[in-house]
């Protein structure tokens, strides 16, 4: 990657910021409330399978504690970070409609929270009624810190199934002995795979079926002829799942947030990154048994996997016994069949019984035309070793993976930061492949040269293209599935196959009426998925395999969507630095022409205060139509401040402004053009954290408002 360390003088950029005064501001209904938590990432000793160690928690707790919000809600997590690594937290599949900046994943949308440090995550809930989940998205911390995400619907709205008696969230997790952030980094090191996990997990215990767990084991305890909703979520690292439950059929109803068509399972099957809701309708008698609910993988690459099988225990509430049943040790055990490791046969014929519900008022919205198609192939490679070392992966190399063989590079500027302030020079570049610069027969007879390129390309999007992708596997080093998750979106799976994609002749076979609607999709072993979506949310999108190892190995890229041209078509500044709050009274009386309190000529610094929603500095000036416009600085509130990357972290980070195209908007809805007064602020660091800075002289400006306007010096 190229470094942004060198120690010459960094130009860290010059923003103005501008806020409006307008009588009739437009207020926002919200529909939900508020619900606040906080997570202490925090450090806690866990024992499995008869040995104890320190693991990353949140709260202490493992699993993770659950965010429970009905749709339309607005979620608010301040994670404060007590532990020796970075972190971020990930709410997968939460749409985060023009708030990217609380997505999560490191480098993506913010940079990590350091040790002592915090962040908010504030996002709203629209349109989602399901099981999601939320986790760490850096480096390997996921495989601890992960928790549900249940999202109700709205008060008084039913769900389109059967009211469920009770509900329980089932988390599958992975286990390993050691320290995983050391098994990632080792094997980044030598280049060969991963150790694999010593234990699938439900509910962070193995069960009965590995060394002392017994008494590690998730109990399901129900009360004859009810329903129960399962909401099951796939947190493993590296393994899709088949999971059953002996002798019941359940019903599935939901997946990753979405109603689809009830059908009947008796064995499903969940990839990393995956939610499934289930009714689990309890036999109408007391049935003299217990039952296992067991889960083990659906394994396709040709290198190891945990081949073990976690088990939990259905128990039946013995109606004619007054007090709680006990877990009678006596009653015989059902233990479920699950297909083997390889049925990818099975996977096919799940899969493609999932269909939206597409109903009037769960409509399946899928684009009908497209505006841009894609062909991706997903897979692994190789990397040279570097010399003086000997490497573990194929043939003395380095495992890789790619998407269109381009090892994504992971900048040490957040990508959507470097966007927003228009400082992607030598972050990101704009020209990711549309599809495979080398074609070549790609599930057939592997090429020879399997090395791959790296790079940080993103796709650029304008708002709203609507867009079809097809994921094509390779054969590279083996035929795998790859579970691909896309963030900010869902998206239709309207097509998938064996063999190689066929432009000719599969789209005629696409399911444009009611497709299953999701946020990750197992791209079929030595075969394609295509996928459409409307690019409706501004913002940079991660995509990748929700498998960590191909993640660690570089098996992402990320869309870069654009603003559109209405204001509810803009992402709107990083936290800390909206204008929410004083939008409405800012402007003095009069216009004032004094300075920066704080202005010095060099090496001085603005007085750091932590009145965060009060600006530091405020200006106005008569508007071309009448009313006023202000402009203001803030500082970011110690507490919320986004943790600056690539761009030098010192006391200055927090005073980057961005204009606000949506006030200017609200203020000159007609206009393409507004005169307005700039005032540029430069700052260079002399040293590291010691920033000098300049104020330019004020002058008078046109700003085109079609596009976001920027400044820099
Ligand atoms: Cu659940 Cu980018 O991940």
Request: proline letters at 10%; hydrophobic letters at 35%.
């Amino acid at each position: 990657m190229g470094s942004s360390s060198s120690p010459s003088c960094l130009l860290v950029g010059v923003f103005l910021f501008l806020a409006v005064v307008v009588s009739a501001f437009p207020s926002v209904v919200q529909a939900g409330i508020t619900r606040h938590y906080q997570f202490d990432v925090e450090m806690a000793n866990v024992t499995r399978l008869c040995s104890t160690k320190s693991i990353v928690t949140v709260n202490g707790q493992f699993p993770g504690p659950r965010i429970v919000a009905r749709e339309g809600d607005r979620v608010a997590v301040r994670v404060i970070n007590h532990v020796p690594y970075n972190v971020t937290i990930h709410w997968h599949g939460v749409r985060q409609l023009r708030s990217g900046w609380a997505d999560g994943p490191a480098y993506v949308t913010q940079c990590p929270i350091p040790t002592g440090r915090s962040y908010v995550y504030n996002f709203t809930i629209v349109g989602q009624r399901g099981t999601l989940f939320w986790h760490a998205h850096i480096s390997w911390l996921r495989a601890t810190l992960y928790g549900p995400i249940i999202i109700l619907p709205q008060l008084g709205v039913p769900y389109p199934f059967t009211k469920p008696y009770r509900e329980v969230p089932v988390i599958f997790g992975e286990w390993w002995k050691a320290d995983t952030e050391a098994i990632i980094h080792q094997a980044l090191q030598t280049g060969g795979g991963p150790n694999v996990s010593d234990a699938y997990t439900i509910n962070g215990l193995p069960g009965p079926l590995y060394n002392c767990s017994a008494k590690d084991t998730f109990k399901l305890k129900v009360k004859p002829g009810k329903t129960y909703l399962l909401r099951l979520i796939n947190a493993a690292l590296n393994d899709e799942l088949f999971f059953s439950i002996a002798n019941h059929t359940v019903t599935v109803v939901d997946v990753d947030g979405v109603y689809v068509k009830p059908f009947d399972a008796e064995t499903l099957l969940i990839t990393p990154g995956q939610t499934t809701n289930v009714l689990l309708h309890a036999k109408p008698y007391y049935p003299n048994a217990m039952f296992f609910m067991t889960a083990r993988p659906y394994a396709t690459g040709s290198g190891t996997f945990d081949n073990s099988t976690v088990a939990a225990v259905l128990e039946y509430q013995n109606p004619s016994r007054s007090s709680p049943a006990v877990f009678a040790k006596n009653l015989p055990l059902h233990k479920p069949t699950l297909p083997a490791f390889n049925d990818t046969s099975f996977a096919a014929n799940f899969t493609g019984r999932l269909r939206s519900l597409a109903t009037a008022r769960f409509p399946a919205n899928v684009p009908q035309t497209v505006d841009r198609r894609f062909l991706f192939t997903v897979g692994l490679g190789t990397s040279p070793c570097p010399k003086n070392q000997t490497c573990q992966g194929p043939n003395g190399t380095k495992f890789s993976a790619t998407v269109n063989n381009i090892s994504f590079a992971s900048p040490t500027t957040a990508l959507l930061q470097a966007h927003f302030f228009g400082q992607s020079r030598n972050v990101y570049s704009p020209d990711f492949p549309v599809v495979p610069l080398m074609p070549f027969n790609y599930t057939g007879t592997p090429p020879n040269n399997t090395l791959v390129s790296n790079g940080t390309k993103l796709v650029v999007l304008p708002f709203n293209t609507s867009v079809e992708l097809v994921m094509q596997d390779t054969s590279i080093l083996g035929t795998e599935s790859h579970p691909l998750h896309l963030h900010g979106y869902n998206f239709f799976v309207v097509g998938q196959g064996f063999g190689n994609y066929d432009p000719a002749k599969d789209p005629a076979k696409f399911n444009l009426v009611d497709p299953a609607e999701r946020n990750t999709v197992g791209v079929p072993a030595g075969g394609w998925v295509a996928i459409r979506f409307s690019a409706d949310n501004p913002g940079v999108w991660f995509m990748h395999c929700h498998f960590d190892a191909h993640m660690s190995w570089g098996l992402k890229m990320a869309w870069l969507v654009l603003d559109g041209e209405l204001p509810n078509q803009k992402l709107p500044p990083p936290p800390g630095l909206s204008v929410g709050s004083p939008r409405r009274s800012v402007a003095p009386r009069r216009p004032r022409r004094s300075p920066l309190p704080w202005r010095s000529a060099r090496g001085g610094l603005p007085p750091r205060t932590d009145t965060s929603t009060r600006p530091t500095w405020r200006s106005s000036s008569p508007c071309p139509r009448g009313g006023r416009l202000a402009y203001e600085l803030y500082p970011v509130p110690a507490q919320q401040e986004v943790p600056c990357c690539g761009i030098r972290r010192s006391p200055m980070s927090g005073y980057f402004h961005p204009p606000d195209n949506e006030a200017f908007s609200a203020l000159a809805p007609r206009r393409k053009v507004l005169d307005v007064t700039v005032v540029l602020y430069q700052i260079r660091c002399a040293s590291p954290d010691v920033p000098v800075m300049k104020k330019s002289t004020p002058r008078r400006q046109s700003m085109n408002l079609e596009s976001r306007a920027r400044f820099s010096c």
